[in-house]
């Protein structure tokens, strides 16, 4: 019984992101932002039931890395391809095959790894998402035109979707941001009351910032 409520749970995250892949190809691209967003929470969520649980079968393992390459590779990737071409008519969109690609190699690693470690190896698949979710995320609701400015921009986003693609399969050493890995380590709670704070003043536009806080406090260890 146990089983089946984590896999509905990761079944129901790999059904929202077929879902957000289906908005993004109707032009969407908020309502697909948010669908990849709902896998987050419940990427989370089926990850914490599974561990207090303490439900571990293969089968469960195998469904996880599907769901989390469908919300996290295909569908951002996806989301890239139609809102660079969708909103500037632009070949560079194709760029947006490094999503997928490299979340696939990402969580290939991942699996190869005959163990749980007290690190993750490279950018994590979810923060990937996401940034590439708050792009549309901005566009809608920042009013700062500078802002607008920067993020409607081909080439800026190529170059984003470039450089956290080559984060994703690098070897550096990134923090887990599990709870049961927060006891005793005040860095990592400050560096979770710094994403909320960075989160409630600039909103939607506060995830990039947190998630180049996350890369920096990685590679240079600053939080292990």
Known sequence: MKKHIVDTITLSSLSLAVLSIIESCN?????????????????????????YFKVDST????????????????????????????EFNNTLAYIALLIPICTAIRIANYNDETKEKEH???????????????????????KDDMVIKLINNPVIISILIILTSILLIMKFKSFHLRIDKFQNNTRKIFFIFFSISILFIFKYTGIPIVILSYVILSITKTIN
């Open 59 to 86: 089968q469960g393992k195998h469904l996880d890395s599907l769901s989390d390459m469908t919300a996290f590779g295909i569908a951002p990737g996806i989301l890239m391809y139609n809102f660079i071409y969708y």
């Open 27 to 51: 032009f969407n691209f908020l309502i697909s932002s948010f669908l990849i967003l709902s896998c987050f929470v419940l990427d989370a969520l089926d990850g914490t039931i599974a561990r």
């Open 120 to 142: 993750f190896q490279g950018l994590a698949s979810p923060a990937s998402a996401l940034l590439f979710l708050s792009i549309p995320m901005i566009q809608i609701f920042e």
